[in-house]
Nanobody, 124 residues
């Protein structure tokens, strides 16, 4: 249901982006999130955008550097990553969480659909 493209190898201080295309009925009914998992670590929240695009959420570690956005016409969510750091190296996953009252977009178990994962490596 979610297909990711983008990512790859980036330089410290550089930029990368990841795209996630959703084949979901009523894309606008889902909050979309990004998580990442580094080797030997648990999956962690990175960023999310709610179903109306009125609210975005970011982990402290990426705030001010990463930006999440969505295009309803293309059923697509984007993660723009700027000012990359080596500690951003991880496999990145997009997820879709059906909108409901009390939804916590930072919780992994709220998401019913996941992309296949995209490797992002930041190294000089």
């Amino acid at each position: 249901h979610l297909v990711q493209t983008g990512g790859g190898l980036g330089l410290p201080g550089g930029s990368l982006s990841i795209t996630c295309v959703a084949s979901l009925r009523r894309f606008s009914s889902y909050a979309m999130g990004w998580f990442r998992q580094a080797p030997g670590r648990e999956r962690e929240f990175v960023a999310a955008i709610d179903w109306s695009s009125e609210e975005t959420y970011y982990a402290d570690s990426v705030k001010g550097r990463f930006a999440v956005s969505r295009d309803y016409a293309k059923n697509t969510v984007y993660l723009q990553m700027n000012s990359l750091k080596p500690e951003d190296t991880a496999v990145y996953f997009c997820g879709a969480a059906l909108a409901r009252m009390g939804l916590d977009v930072e919780k992994e178990n709220e998401y019913g659909y996941w992309g296949q994962g995209t490797q992002v490596t930041v190294s000089s």
